[in-house]
């Protein structure tokens, strides 16, 4: 069975520092990895995917991940971080060994930038 | 540009009560799902179609009930309220590859119906 899981339930950073929001996932085969982002009363919002190739992936609003298969990790990352990036982030994967298309999602991080 | 739109975006029921959460997509994809979202519990997905007429279950799929009878809707009934469905119900599409358009692996998401029951 696909799993995912983001430790940390809120991450707080100030604005302009780094951030890191951590993510590790469970497959039989190839992960298809994704980030979504959801910003209060909306819906979820494609932000970068790893298929196949680098490992550093390099996605919307300045974000990117890096895939580690050894870690089995594909933590977020944005060097600069901004108050406008404060929102709820889901790490998300897809088994390519099962064929089921369906995106298992971890439990979600809150992201908080302070000013 | 619609992409993929939810109605209604809230509803109150009562508990025993029935509806039908309503999804459609302009996207042509041949794939489409619905997950719930509550809180420390990410999303979770509780049906999902291949196709026009093809249906399966998810992780979740007890109290509710799907049909997909063309490429563009896939309604989601529930058919006696509980308490236990008070939640957000996303809809979700994307290709599968089956129509020749290449399967990029993201879902397109609409922006969700806030159910409570009473």
């Known amino acids: 069975a696909q799993s995912v899981a983001q430790p940390e339930d809120q991450v707080n950073v100030a604005e302009g520092n780094p951030l890191t929001v951590k993510c590790t996932y469970s497959v039989s085969g190839n992960p298809y990895l994704f980030w979504y982002v959801q910003y209060p009363n909306r819906g979820l919002q494609f932000l970068l995917k790893?298929?196949?190739?680098?490992?550093l992936v390099k996605g919307s609003y300045g974000f990117e991940a890096e895939f580690n298969k050894s870690q089995t990790s594909f933590h977020l990352k944005k060097p600069s971080a901004l108050v406008s990036d404060s929102a709820l982030y889901f790490c998300?994967?897809?088994?390519?060994?099962?064929?089921?298309?369906?995106?298992?999602f971890g439990s979600g991080t809150r992201l908080q930038v302070q000013p | 540009n619609a992409g993929v739109t939810q109605t209604p975006k809230f509803q109150v029921l009562k508990t025993g009560q029935s509806m039908t959460l309503q999804c459609a997509q302009d996207m042509n994809h041949e794939y489409m799902s619905w997950y719930r979202q509550d809180p420390g519990m990410g999303l979770r997905l509780i049906h999902y179609s291949v196709g026009a007429g093809i249906t399966d279950q998810g992780e979740v799929p007890n109290g509710y009930n799907v049909s997909r009878s063309t490429t563009e809707d896939f309604p989601l009934r529930l058919l006696s309220a509980a308490p236990s469905q008070t939640s957000v119900y996303f809809c979700?599409?994307?290709?599968?590859?089956?129509?020749?358009?290449?399967?990029?692996?993201?879902?397109?998401f609409g922006e969700g119906s806030r159910l409570t029951v009473l």
């Open positions: 790893y298929i196949t190739g680098d490992n």
């Open positions: 998300a994967v897809r088994d390519t060994y099962t064929g089921r298309r369906a995106l298992t």
């Open positions: 979700a599409s994307s290709y599968t590859g089956t129509s020749g358009v290449r399967d990029t692996g993201e879902l397109f």
